[in-house]
């Protein structure tokens, strides 16, 4: 069965509980694999089959939760907008109707002369039906939605954080209403009224939401400015003439014109002009790129002072930028291993904070003080109301969302949310050569003859066998020759054996070109040229044997120089306590002469890309979880087996796509980067999840009334209600700390 991700935008998730049955009714749907609700982001991932999707609104609805199927990469920053702004105007209507009531009610504690007046001019009963009026408004009007989704939650035994406010203060309600009107029915002396108290728990919970529904907004940034950068008109020219075209419009093959200053609309390659390209927003490369003809560009970079054209080659969805959005909001989706905790105590928290309830109120009236009764529902309230979960369930997603967000705008793209957690558990980095700690622009450095072969005529017969391979070393023997204007003939019957050799025919000659090994396993000496092909391995130079007919030729020499970036960055990661590893397919003299430049600890040469896979197991048995960094095709199979495969940017779809953790740049400092946002993330979550933890720890036992006996206080349910509110304002602030993780240089933050 065909199974693909659909993210689903869901309403009236208002706390931890809340994501839990949302997600355990996508799970209950027959033919769904696998279901993740983010709270933080107010959505759904669901593997599923296509054919599904009805099912799955239905039963998101049927759970409480009205949902709706996005695209991928769909902006939802106009949703974020809108329920901040409701919640503004909830908590504004709620704080006009309780100022009036706290005022008057707290104030006449305050200020004597005030209660006499109050009290003089209408009476207690008066002054208690005027907070009822308010009170019963607050909860009616702004405060509803607690008791419309708590209350159904509560009756399907699944009670959240809805239930725990529509209780506590429908509890402080209710008493004082019973105090007010049939006050006979309470024991004597115990006629007092909470009606204040009801209402100010309203209207501080409907302000936490309010500001966490803003913080919430601030931790989405990183997707809004992704989207913001692809305009919403391009500049198409039909004839003679440029006219806008509206984006949607666009299809592959179109001329465009990117004027100096604009957005590159979609992505293409230059055909005509020069100018330089801000890149940044995708690779974190701060200088501008020089383009011209031939070169690409892609959607949402930023023109600079000249005029470009452009074919466009993909659009809509197939854009860079689309891709890399929708992947951002896959990674923020992700539910990490460290959360699993949270999960299950959130599961059990709300049931057992209602027990606990319960006890207080039944121990209070046993053997508390008179008047017993007042004693009992103030411990019992504070206890509902301040023990809310949202801050565990906010505490791992928001995080998320904000730590990829952070790593996408420097360059850093998490594929898999989970990279976060296991990059900060690597204990060594492996590393391919070619493309990855070297430029991966080989060059033909030298070349020793055997007797009787010409250099035109060895260039000629290799440079046409590679003439249509991919392979940096191919490339470089076939750029050698048309630099020497050596003329190239078609190759017949090319067959290349990954990471050993490639043979052809031309012209009824069959052609031999690759390593030693290659060469003796079809019978072909090379003790001839053994010493020299020494002499190049030393100087960190790849040696090439060439045959014809069965006969040895020459042996070329080919050196791709080392990025600048690749031995700051090797001593950086040995600062930071972790091992180096490289993995190459060139020979041992090769890689140890560069591993003996670079300060690399471990080597590994002459690998084929299966050979990788069993190196970085090896490497994981002695030190532990490893990471890959490669760029080619052959480097796929390792980035799938290590435990974060880190693609570079200028690196094969295939390895992309194989990668954890892909760099928009081919600049190694990515991976220091990469480090500092997996650190920082997760420092920040157990940050959160100690907080979160530790709030309900320490404050539940306070609320049920633990330090009376010490200091013959009981915490205010207002009180409770304000802390309540604050803490999961505070876990979201924390996270937003994150958006500060500045790109790493070798000697730390830039």
């Known amino acids: 069965m065909t199974t693909h991700p659909l993210r689903f935008e869901i309403d009236g998730m208002t706390c931890a509980g809340c994501a839990g049955r949302a997600e355990r009714a996508l799970n209950a749907v027959p033919g769904v694999i696998d279901a993740r609700v983010n709270f933080a982001a107010r959505s759904a991932l669901v593997d599923a089959p296509k054919t599904d999707t009805g ?20 902006p939802v920053m106009a949703r974020e907008d809108t329920e901040a702004l409701e919640a503004l105007h909830r908590t504004l209507l709620a704080a006009a109707l309780t100022l009036p009531l706290f ?13 006499h007046a109050i009290y003089e001019t209408i009476g207690q009963t008066g002054f208690w039906a005027v907070q009822f009026v308010l009170a019963t408004l607050v909860l009616a009007w702004p405060g509803r939605e607690f008791f419309t989704r708590g209350v159904p939650a509560l009756l399907k ?45 309203v209207t501080l919970i409907l302000l936490g ?42 299809q592959a093959g179109d001329i465009l014109l990117v004027k100096p200053g604009e957005r590159v609309p979609v992505d293409g390659h230059v055909i005509e002009g020069r100018s330089f390209v801000d890149e940044s927003m995708l690779t974190g490369e701060p200088r501008p790129i020089e383009r011209a003809a031939g070169d690409t560009l892609t959607g949402g970079t930023l023109n600079g002072r000249g005029a470009l054209m452009m074919e466009a080659t993909h659009v809509g969805a197939d854009t860079v930028l689309a891709r890399v959005v929708e992947l951002v909001q896959q990674a923020q989706g992700a539910r990490l291993p460290i959360q699993s905790l949270a999960d299950r105590v959130i599961a059990v928290f709300v049931p057992v904070v209602i027990a606990i309830a319960v006890a207080a109120l039944t121990v209070w009236l046993l053997v508390g003080p008179e008047p017993t009764l007042s004693f009992a529902l103030v411990a019992a309230v504070s206890v509902l109301i301040i023990a809310c979960p949202c801050a565990m369930g906010l505490a791992t997603p928001t995080s998320i969302m904000v730590g990829t967000g952070r790593g996408a705008e420097l360059g850093v793209l998490f594929r898999k949310g989970e990279a976060l957690q296991r990059l900060e558990e690597v204990r060594l980095v492996a590393f391919d050569k070619t493309g990855t700690l070297t430029e991966g622009k080989p060059e033909l450095a030298a070349m020793t003859l055997a007797e009787g072969a010409t250099r035109e005529g060895v260039l000629a017969l290799a440079a046409s066998a590679e003439q249509s391979s991919e392979h940096p070393i191919a490339q470089a023997i076939v750029a050698a020759a048309l630099n020497e204007s050596v003329g190239l003939q078609p190759a017949e019957s090319v067959q290349a054996e990954l990471g050993h050799g490639l043979q052809a025919m031309i012209e009824g000659c069959e052609v031999l070109i690759g390593t030693a090994r290659f060469m003796q396993a079809r019978g072909i000496a090379v003790d001839g040229l053994a010493d020299a092909a020494q002499a190049m391995s030393n100087r960190a130079e790849t040696p090439v044997f060439v045959s014809v007919s069965g006969a040895l030729q020459a042996v070329l020499s080919v050196t791709d120089p080392i990025k600048q970036t690749s031995a700051p960055v090797i001593t950086a990661l040995h600062r930071s306590g972790k091992q180096v590893a490289m993995l190459t397919g060139d020979t041992k003299t090769t890689a140890y002469a560069i591993a003996g430049d670079l300060g690399i600890d471990q080597v590994h040469a002459q690998l084929l890309p299966a050979d990788k896979q069993d190196a970085l197991t090896a490497l994981r048995k002695e030190f532990g979880p490893v990471a890959f960094v490669g760029d080619g095709i052959n480097d796929a199979p390792a980035l799938a087996q290590a435990d974060v495969g880190i693609a570079v940017g200028s690196g094969t779809d295939v390895a992309l796509e194989a990668a954890d953790l892909v760099l928009m740049s081919d600049d190694l400092r990515g991976v ?23 709030y309900n720890v320490a404050l539940i036992p306070v609320a049920a009334g633990l330090l009376y006996p010490v200091t013959g206080q009981l915490l205010s349910p207002m009180l409770a209600a304000g802390a309540m509110a604050l803490s999961s304002v505070f876990v979201v602030t924390n996270a937003l700390r994150l958006r500060w993780i500045a790109p790493m240089g070798a000697e730390g933050p830039e």
């Open 209 to 250: 939401r309010w500001l966490e529904a803003r913080a919430r907004g601030k931790a989405g940034s990183a997707i809004h400015a992704l989207i913001g950068l692809q305009p919403t008109v391009a500049h198409i020219q039909q004839g003679d003439r440029v006219r806008p075209i509206d984006l949607g419009l666009l």
């Open 672 to 694: 220091l980067t990469a480090l500092e946002v997996s650190r920082r993330t997760m420092g920040n979550i157990r940050q959160n999840l100690f907080w979160a933890f530790g």
């Open 55 to 74: 099912i799955l609104t239905d039963a998101l609805n049927a759970a409480g939760f009205p949902a709706r199927l996005t695209e991928q990469g769909a």
């Open 103 to 115: 005022a008057t009610e707290m104030g006449g504690h305050l200020v004597p002369a005030l209660h």
């Open 157 to 201: 035994r699944a009670p959240d954080m809805n239930s725990l406010v529509a209780l506590g203060a429908s509890a402080a309600w209710g008493y004082s209403t019973v105090a007010l009107f049939a006050p006979a029915l309470l024991p004597a002396g115990t006629e007092a009224v909470y009606f204040e108290a009801a209402a100010v728990i």
